[in-house]
Structures are given as C-alpha cells and as structure tokens.
C-alpha cells in the first residue's frame, strides 16, 4: 500500500511544481480569452502611497492597480509582490442595459445628482477614466448590448442579473420601449434647476432623445418635467437619469378640432391682431393658445404642460329645457321662467342652434376658456335675458299669439349678441310654452270660436259659390242655345246665299243660253228665209212650198193620208196643188196642237192621249 502511495504523492508533487514554479521563478500570469485580470500590486520599493481617498493606482503605488490585464501570457507578476484576480468579461444582453457605479474618482458637484461622463473607452480603461477627472458614484453613461473588460475593482457593473443586490428591478435594466399610439413623458433627475416661472424644462435638442444625458446636461437641460416627449419605439434610457409616464395619444374625433393650450414654450408672442381684443393667441411651440387648432385625428401631446380643448365644428344644439344633448353641455340649463306684462308667470322651453367654425375656435377658447363656458357664461345669459324682456313687453296671450314673430326676433337678436364671441347662430326654436290653465282654457275657447266663425265663413262661402256655380251653370246653358241658334242662323244665311247664288248662276246660265238660243234661231231663221227666198225666186213660191213639204213629210215620218181632212179649194172635189197643200197644213196642225197641251194635260211632262175628232 505504501509502495502505491509514494509514486502519486511524486507525481502530484512534479505536477504542482511544474505548475507553479513558472508562477514562482518567473512570475507568469495567465489571461483566459473571456477573462479581465484586475493587479493588486502588495508594496512597492519606491515606498510611495496612494493619496488620501484614493482607491486606484495610477503610478505603481501599493494596492489596486487601474491597468488591467487582458487576455494574454504575462511574466513578473512573482506572487509576493502581486494578486491578478481573474475575473469574467462584463456581457449585457440584447434588449438590455448596464448601469455602471465608480468606486475611485472626483466628488460629484452638489449641483448634480450623476457623476459625469468622461472619455474612457465605455468605462474599460480605468486610467483614462481617472485620468480625464472621471466622477466616483453613480455613472451617468450606461452600457448596451456588447462584451465589455471592466476593471471590477473600479466599477461596479448592474445587469438584470445582480438588479436585486442593488435593491433594484430587473425591468429597470431593460431597454425603454414606448408602446404604439402613445407617447412618454418625461422628468429627467439630473440637470440644472428650473427657470423661476416655469412648469418645466424647455425643448432642447442634442441628447438623442434623453439617451445621450451627458449632452443633454452639457448643453443646459433642467431637472423635472420636460416639454419634450418621447414617441413610439425602444430607447436606451438610464433609469437614474430619466423616469418615463406612457400616456395615450391626444385624439381628435371627427367633427371637432382641439385648441392647444400650452403652459410652456417660447415666450409669449401674441399673432391675434389688433382687432381680436378679447384675448391672445400665439404660434405653434410658444406658451399660450395656439393659433392653429389640431385636426382631427392622433396627436402626440404633452398632456402635463399642455391642455387640449375640444371643440365641436358641427352645430350644436342647445335645449333650455327638461331634455339634455348627448354633447352635455346644455345639462346645466332649464326652462326658462318669465313674467308677462299682465303679471303672469310661465315656463317657455327654447332651442337653439349655434356653430363655431374651426378656425374661430382658438378665438372662442381664448376668449371664454371652454364650450361649456360659452354655454354658462355667454349663451345662458343672453338667451334667457332676451325672452325675460320680451315677455314683460305683452301679455300672455298676445305672446302666445305671437310666436312665430318672437322666434324670428329672438333668432335675429341672439344671432347678432353671440356673433361678437366669433360664434355664428344659425336658428332660435321656441318650443313648449306652459302659461297659467285658466289663461289656456281662454285661449282654447277662444281658438274654438274663432274656427267656428272660419267654419261659418267657408260654409257661407261654399253657399255663395255653390249658388253662383248654379248661375253660371244656367247661362253656360243657355249661352249654349244662343250658340247654336246663332250658329243655325248663320248656317241657314250661308245656304240661302247658297241657293241663291246658285240661283242666280241657273238663272244668268238660262239667260245667256236662251239669248244664244235666240241668236241661233234668229240667224237659223235669217238663213232659212234667205234660202227660201231664193228657192220661191228659182222655182216660184208654190213650187219652193211643195218641195219643202215633201222633204218634211220625208224627214219626220208623216203620214200622207191625214186622220183630219181639211176640205176645200175652187173645185170643191179635193184635186189640184191648193188641196193637197191645206191637206198637209192640216196635219202640222194638228201636230203643233197636241205638243202644246202635252204638258198642260199631263201635269209630269208626258203627252196626253190623243182623242180623234
């Protein structure tokens, strides 16, 4: 057993030497690649002392020294005369921060809460640090993401890690992130003092928004409520340096705009004019009401140095009654009471109708403070100061009599009362009016009568007309007889001018036919006879008158033998030319006579029989 027991104890004896007895002979120090080492050097042959207060050395002397080692081989640091603590690498996660705390440096100025920031390679070089005037306490620089060689002896380094050690909340060690649609309001620890007069500090630029705190205190910012917000996003913010309030965006509805009223800015500078004398109104970053209103929609507003006063751009009912709009703002008003020139005391209910335009509103703001204001300081007043009057000027009747033309006054009066405030009036409604019952009851009866006389009045009327109507029906009537008489007189005239312009053309006709009848017979005649005539010269007058009557007997049929025989001539016996001749004159006649009394005997135009003799 023994035997077994002295070759290990040799081997970890060689072991331990070797390891060591660089160490020891020649002062090797070993640096991992993850590893800072941090000297303690134990005295120093120059007999020199760190001075009073301070914990680092810069110049060899005794104790913790502000160089440190990095990753590496090192030789002369012989173990009697230094301590290299190896110590891990500082690593802040993403999403996180370090706050960093000074153990070696200057006293912080008693103006000041943090220690200033000095170049020192993000606190991993010591000497630097110390060197620049770097500030013992509370660091106002932090770490972010990274790997950093800190030298622990000087710095003390707090992660979400070690948060609780330094009685602090991890959440305090995480990067600041301002959620979507709201806004941070910040209050800085760490600065100069306010300005007397001030709610808080003004707007400066240069600090990357509260993340660089050393730019922001180089450059003058003040410690408290600042104007300045921060918006949507993540920030890398010192939880020593700043405190941060989330508070939801300023919205603006549709169908209103918001007057800014600002508590803190630029000096006061009044933009209203000369002719506005009811109140200021300035630009936009300056302190007071501002010029512009904001529109509808999300506005990032510091809600704690600045007052946003919504005011409605559509119009705006107001009930002087039991009713109440949904805006609210008449929820303070009644009905109004008045008295009557007669002493009577009644409740009259009013509506009215106003607008404010949006570009008036700051003007509105500036000059009464709020919508409800203007409703309670302005419109109650002048509403009700004007029925008050208007009722004391007639009595009860005369003024329920009367409404339309009081509501027309009203709307004219108020109109221009409230105009002067930049607020237009659009209409004045009188509603329910409650006068005494007996005063009602008299009106009622009155009301009764009086459409009993109009319903006499219209029956009368309707009498009269119905009766005129008969009237009129009556002469229509007999205008219609007189109509077609005249018409059946005028028609009668136009035929017997008819008949007797047609008569008069048969009868010019005949005229102008029997003259030329008459002048064909004549010149027939005149020929006949001429022809006669020279006929009776060439072959005598009997022989001519023979001849002719052979050519009639021919022409016209006439029988020779007559039914009448005409006796006579010298021989008695019916011979010779003389008989024959009073023969055929005999039977002419006879002929002439019978076309004669055709028509006569007839009575159509037909000849009568003829009758022998």
């Given at each position: 057993m023994f035997d077994l027991l002295v070759p290990a104890f040799v081997i970890l004896f060689a072991v331990v030497f070797l390891?060591?007895?660089?160490?020891?002979?020649?002062?090797?120090?070993?640096?991992?690649?993850?590893?800072?080492?941090?000297?303690?050097?134990?005295?120093?042959?120059?007999?020199?002392?760190?001075?009073?207060g301070q914990l680092l050395a810069l110049n060899g002397e005794p104790g913790y020294q502000a160089d440190t080692l990095a990753p590496g081989w090192y030789l002369g640091y012989?173990?009697?005369?230094?301590?290299?603590?190896?110590?891990?690498?500082?690593?802040?996660?993403?999403g996180e921060i370090g706050l960093v705390v000074a153990a070696d440096g200057q006293s912080i100025q008693s103006e000041n809460m943090l220690a200033r920031m000095v170049d020192s390679d993000n606190f991993q070089n010591a000497r630097k640090f110390l060197m620049n005037g770097g500030q013992k306490g509370r660091q106002v620089g932090i770490l972010t993401a990274g790997t950093y060689r800190i030298n622990t002896a000087l710095f003390t380094i707090i992660t979400?890690?070690?948060?609780?050690?330094?009685?602090?909340?991890?959440?305090?060690?995480?990067?600041?992130?301002?959620?979507?649609?709201?806004?941070?309001?910040?209050?800085?620890?760490?600065?100069?003092?306010?300005?007397?007069?001030?709610?808080?500090?003004?707007?400066?630029?240069?600090?990357?928004?509260?993340?660089?705190?050393?730019?922001?205190?180089?450059?003058?910012?003040?410690?408290?409520?600042?104007?300045?917000?921060?918006?949507?996003?993540?920030?890398?913010?010192?939880?020593?340096?700043?405190?941060?309030?989330?508070?939801?965006?300023?919205?603006?509805?549709?169908?209103?705009?918001?007057?800014?009223?600002?508590?803190?800015?630029?000096?006061?500078?009044?933009?209203?004019?000369?002719?506005?004398?009811?109140?200021?109104?300035?630009?936009?970053?300056?302190?007071?009401?501002?010029?512009?209103?904001?529109?509808?929609?999300?506005?990032p507003i510091n809600t704690r140095v600045m007052r946003v006063e919504l005011v409605p751009t559509t119009n705006i009912v107001l009930n002087w009654a039991q009713r109440t709009e949904e805006h609210n703002y008449d929820s303070r008003l009644s009905s109004i009471t008045v008295r009557s020139r007669d002493g009577f005391g009644f409740d009259l209910d009013v509506a009215q109708v106003i607008h404010v335009g949006a570009l008036d509103a700051p003007k509105v703001i500036s000059r009464v403070g709020s919508v409800q204001n203007l409703v309670d300081h302005v419109l109650q007043p002048i509403v009700g100061n004007y029925f008050r009057n208007a009722a004391q000027a007639s009595t009860v009747l005369d003024f329920l009599s009367a409404r339309s033309e009081r509501q027309a006054e009203a709307a004219e009066h108020i109109g221009r009362a409230i105009q002067a405030y930049d607020v237009q009036a659009l209409d004045t409604l009188i509603g329910n009016i409650n006068p005494p019952a007996a005063l009602m009851q008299t009106l009622t009866d009155r009301k009764i009568a009086e459409e009993q006389r109009k319903t006499y009045e219209v029956q009368q009327e309707a009498q009269t007309q119905r009766q005129e109507l008969v009237r009129e029906t009556a002469l229509a009537?007999?205008?219609?007889?007189?109509?077609?008489?005249?018409?059946?007189?005028?028609?009668?005239?136009?035929?017997?001018?008819?008949?007797?312009?047609?008569?008069?053309?048969?009868?010019?006709?005949?005229?102008?036919?029997?003259?030329?009848?008459?002048?064909?017979?004549?010149?027939?005649?005149?020929?006949?006879?001429?022809?006669?005539?020279?006929?009776?010269?060439?072959?005598?007058?009997?022989?001519?008158?023979?001849?002719?009557?052979?050519?009639?007997?021919?022409?016209?049929?006439?029988?020779?033998?007559?039914?009448?025989?005409?006796?006579?001539?010298?021989?008695?016996?019916?011979?010779?030319?003389?008989?024959?001749?009073?023969?055929?004159?005999?039977?002419?006649?006879?002929?002439?006579?019978?076309?004669?009394?055709?028509?006569?005997?007839?009575?159509?135009?037909?000849?009568?029989?003829?009758?022998?003799?």
């Open positions: 390891v060591f007895l660089p160490s020891l002979t020649l002062g090797l120090v070993i640096i991992g690649e993850r590893q800072v080492g941090v000297v303690v050097k134990k005295f120093s042959t120059k007999q020199s002392k760190l001075p009073a012989w173990p009697w005369m230094y301590s290299v603590q190896k110590v891990p690498v500082v690593v802040i996660q993403q979400t890690n070690n948060a609780a050690q330094h009685d602090m909340s991890p959440d305090n060690l995480r990067v600041y992130s301002i959620e979507p649609d709201k806004v941070g309001i910040v209050t800085t620890l760490d600065g100069r003092p306010i300005s007397e007069g001030e709610i808080a500090g003004l707007y400066l630029d240069g600090h990357d928004n509260f993340q660089n705190a050393q730019a922001f205190i180089n450059n003058g910012g003040q410690r408290g409520l600042q104007e300045q917000i921060l918006l949507s996003g993540s920030w890398n913010l010192n939880p020593w340096f700043v405190r941060v309030e989330q508070v939801a965006m300023t919205e603006i509805p549709i169908g209103y705009v918001g007057v800014v009223i600002s508590f803190i800015g630029k000096a006061h500078q009044d933009v209203s004019g000369t002719d506005f004398k009811h109140g200021d109104l300035v630009n936009v970053g300056h302190k007071g009401v501002w010029a512009t209103p904001l529109y509808p929609g999300k506005h009537d007999i205008q219609q007889e007189m109509v077609k008489a005249e018409r059946g007189v005028s028609i009668s005239d136009l035929h017997s001018q008819s008949q007797i312009k047609q008569a008069t053309g048969e009868a010019e006709s005949i005229r102008l036919r029997a003259q030329g009848e008459a002048e064909a017979i004549r010149a027939k005649g005149a020929a006949q006879a001429d022809a006669y005539h020279a006929g009776a010269e060439a072959m005598g007058s009997q022989g001519f008158t023979a001849v002719q009557l052979m050519q009639i007997i021919g022409e016209r049929n006439v029988r020779i033998i007559p039914d009448i025989t005409v006796s006579g001539g010298a021989g008695g016996n019916g011979g010779g030319t003389g008989s024959m001749v009073e023969a055929l004159l005999g039977v002419i006649l006879r002929n002439e006579l019978a076309q004669k009394a055709a028509p006569v005997n007839g009575h159509n135009g037909t000849p009568a029989t003829e009758t022998k003799e």
